[in-house]
């Protein structure tokens, strides 16, 4: 736009003003007084004039820029097809607008003073100076929906004090009313299982079993007769629902109900039917989506079940899962995979264990106790650890003390130089790439075994050759325990072997007050028959005196929240076996349920989470990034002080008892 356009907009006629009045002032210095009020009334008049022919000349600018727009963008009747208009970027004062404009803005006079933000509200003009030619948001006039375009008109002149944008108006809404209504109406599929019905009917006379089929069909199709979608029973305990995604944010919003209905459903032992729901939804068609529920459901039945997941093209969500977990498991699982492991080591080279970081007394007894099986097939082992970063030191230093283990550990970047692709890389005690010991290796390994008893989190090892995953286990040391019963013999396991994975189990089950079931007893034994001693289990798990005093000044600083959860916030870094040792410690105060610290490490806060109650410390530790399972969790969040962290914690303790 030429300089002479925006003068004619805004004259500059401040320097003239400034004259007179010097003018006049000068002539009141020099006493001449009358020559001074003449000059001052001319200057009032001056300004009068200059007011009025302001006005004059916006409104001939207007009706100018109205007829100019009119033969410029001929359309119906000579004006353009769609609403435009010209605002001033200074005020958002509408310049000029068109007839279509002024209809949808109820604008009786083009020449009416209005400013955007009366027509659109909460307009911004950000995008123009920023170069954009659409606005990021709508626009919403009288119900219609708006797409607005525009650009911004640049003056040559620097000095020049009012900018102008020129902005054009799309109406969208039948577009988007019709893309709303296709995102609402696309398919998603569930499948539903009734995760525990062979222990519903176990034993029971057909006539039971029908009745139980009967009253579990009954609450399942009363839950979906108004979704308006298609239920088939397609097995004895799995369902199979296509409904519209619409439905799905109805059900979200009542925290899938038949989570808690389905378990009024009782087989005549007292036993409480559940269900697991996996959920399948934007696939690019409905074998997409089908195959997205079948993960969905593997992922609720690998985190304990009862319990909804619905499995998106890029993520996981997770609803209920706060029952408490009841053991479901048989010894076949542990018998076929005692026989494919060895299958495995047969054909392999080249054998690394590697645990989670930070490894533990479970972590490291589930490697070690996987030695006699390579030892049975001749195979060397390598145990993949940071020595210096670990929370299992005294066991350590007992296998320092037996020459047969002076090679058996690896560092992660030499295990990563000796690996080929004939090489086994089996992980034990947890199922995140991000929480293993080095991530690089894993990534490396073309041929992976996984035996964790953590429930499985969205980011869990895919691509595995075997995996032994069961979140009724006590500890990953349980599981190795039982595959030992059917790979090798009792003679064959040394006892500081025996002693490693006893410890684990201890470790992980609190002296066998939590998450403790008959199999974990079972495993007891076995090791004990082994050889393995309580007594050095116990050494293995004392602390000194200094470590006793800093895990009670923990639990000094810990404060109750909602009566039964304990939470100790440090702004101190301390060992992560400290931290979580007093967060066992909170457990032993009465009333407690559930137990959390906090500590800041370097750019990033760790979060230590036990429960002994129906307080599920996984799911609240997964809104921060967590993961573990119902009785014992952590969590790892960067980026964040201890008070944020703190905050978010709360928020996801409040969550957890909405749902």
Known sequence: MKKRFFRMLQPGSFIYFAALAALAIACIVRREFLLAGGGAVLLILLFIYDRANRQRRKKALMSYLHHTAGSRDPGVNGQAPFPAATIKMTDGEIV????????????????????????????????????????????????????????????????????????????????????????????????????????????????????LDAAINQKIGDWCKDLGGLLRKYERNRYLLILEAKDLHGLQENKFSILDEIRTVLNPSGIAATVSIGIGKDGVDHQEDLGFAALAIEMALSRGGDQVVIKDRYNFNFFGGRSKETERRTKVKARVVAGSLAELIRQSDHIFVMGHKMADLDALGAAVGLLPIFRKHGKTVRIVMDRARTAAGPLLDTLAQHPEYSELFISGEDALVAADNRSLLIVVDTNRPSQVEHQGLLESMSRVAVIDHHRRAADYIEQVVLSFHEPFASSASELVAEILQYAVETKDIRPVEARALLAGIVLDTKNFSVRTGARTFEAAAFLRRAGADTVDVKKLLQSDLDDTVARYKIVQQARLYRSDIAIAPLDYTVPRPMAAAAADELLNVRGVTASFVLFPDGEQVIVSARSIGETNVQVILEKLGGGGNAAIAGAQVSDKDVRTVLLELIAAIDKFYET
């Not at 209809?103 to 911004?124: G, L, M, N, T």
């Open 96 to 211: 000029w607008a068109n007839a279509e404009f002024c209809a949808i803005a109820h604008i009786r006079d083009e020449r009416e003073y209005r400013k955007i933000d009366s027509v659109i509200p909460r307009f911004a003009t950000r995008w123009l100076t920023e170069g954009s030619a659409e606005c990021p948001s709508e626009a919403v006039i009288d119900g219609r929906r708006y797409r607005v375009y525009g650009t911004m008109v640049r003056s040559s002149d620097a000095d020049a004090s009012a900018l102008l944008a020129n902005i054009y108006l799309a109406d969208t809404t039948d577009l988007l009313n019709t893309k709303d209504e296709y995102i609402r109406s696309r398919p998603v599929v569930c499948q539903i299982l009734v995760d525990n019905y062979d222990e519903l009917t176990n034993n029971l006379p057909d006539g039971a079993i029908s009745n």
